[in-house]
């Protein structure tokens, strides 16, 4: 069946680096998408969203690019910081109902 | 504005038993759902709630779990015989009028023995 799905499982990154986390998605109907964030203990944590008439949205560190034409999502995050280091998760909401992918786990080093 | 309001945090049941978790949404939000999460993967919705009314259940399994919001505001899941695939993490969420952004809570930890 269509799903959403992650290319990478874990991301290592350098503190003040750049952090680009991917999202595949296999459903064309969808027409919102969110990124959320989750730290060991705590529950998903809203980071950005984005309409499907929408390419790209930014907020504060963060930037959330679509390209329906590859069903591509991805998230970036400037000036990595440890903060940061948890796992990310893309939702689809197709016909109503919001669909996560498996998630990435990123990692932030000195 | 206070969060998602979930309990207890942490759960720890043998097979067979019951279990009930409670879940109070961000005031004024007329949509709840409860989600699973096994380790490693994303949430998986169990059921949606607008104020007093489910509107998707699809994915509850109705033979041992169930849920109610029978005055639309805090909610309670159930789960009756627990079994050891259970253990996870079960999550509330709730949206507002504009039904786009969910908003999570700190979920509940099942460990079922």
């Known amino acids: 069946g269509e799903s959403v799905g992650l290319h990478l499982p874990t991301l290592s990154v350098q503190e003040g680096d750049n952090s680009i986390i991917n999202c595949a998605y296999s459903?064309?109907?969808?027409?919102?998408f969110i990124w959320y964030k989750q730290e060991s203990g705590k529950g998903p944590q809203f980071i950005i969203d984005?309409?499907?008439?929408?390419d790209k949205r930014q907020g504060q560190r963060v930037t959330v690019l679509l390209n329906k034409t590859v069903k591509h999502l991805s998230l970036q995050i400037a000036a990595t910081q440890p903060g940061d280091s948890a796992v990310y998760f893309c939702?689809?909401?197709?016909?109503?109902?919001?669909?996560f992918g498996a998630g990435t786990q990123v990692v932030v080093t000195p | 504005e206070a969060g998602v309001a979930q309990s207890p945090r942490y759960k720890i049941i043998e097979k067979r038993q019951s279990v009930a978790f409670w879940c109070n949404p961000i005031s004024g939000h007329a949509t709840l759902y409860w989600y699973q999460q096994i380790l490693g993967q994303g949430p998986k919705l169990l059921i949606q709630f607008q104020n007093n009314g489910v509107v998707d259940d699809s994915q509850l399994p109705k033979d041992r779990f169930s849920a109610e919001r029978l005055k639309g505001v805090d909610s309670t899941l159930k789960i009756q015989p627990a079994k050891l695939e259970d253990s996870a993490v079960y999550l509330c969420?709730?949206?507002?009028?504009?039904?786009?952004?969910?908003?999570f809570g700190p979920g509940t930890r099942l460990l079922v023995l």
């Open positions: 939702a689809e909401r197709s016909w109503g109902k919001l669909q």
């Open positions: 459903n064309s109907a969808s027409d919102y």
């Open positions: 984005i309409r499907s008439n929408m």
């Open positions: 969420a709730s949206t507002g009028m504009k039904k786009e952004t969910q908003y």
